[in-house]
């Protein structure tokens, strides 16, 4: 996760970013709590010390994770801070609009942490949260 947070400081024009973890790989996964809140627009966490946004050009998000253990406070958080409709917000916050992000997670997980962003999906942004048991939003 700090070697993607580190990379990713040096494409802050960045508007599309697709992160897919290995199934079979002994190495740490990059997609952490961690990662995710340095993504947050305006939280800092250990892997941004910055208080200007991590990639504040994305506009497309798609992360594939292996990870059972998954943070979905976490990810509807930095979303919802990413859910920029208007140009007043973006300017003040120093980012764009996030306009669609995918999450796919492995095995069954429940829809409720989730719930949150179905008001962001009904408002515009293009939000897919799925895993092998269907699509939760």
Known sequence: DTDVATLLLQFPTLQELCIEEDNYSSKPQPISTSFITSLHTWKQSFLRCSSAPLVPQLRVLTL???AE?????????????RWLPDECSEREI???CLRSVELHLPG???AKPYEPLTHIDKAGMRVVVKCEGGYLV
Do not use: L, N
Not at 69 to 81: K, R
């Open 64 to 66: 594939k994770t292996v």
């Open 108 to 110: 069954i997980a429940d």
């Open 69 to 81: 253990d998954f943070d979905p406070s976490s990810f509807v958080e930095m979303i919802t801070s």
């Open 94 to 96: 120093g980012a764009v």
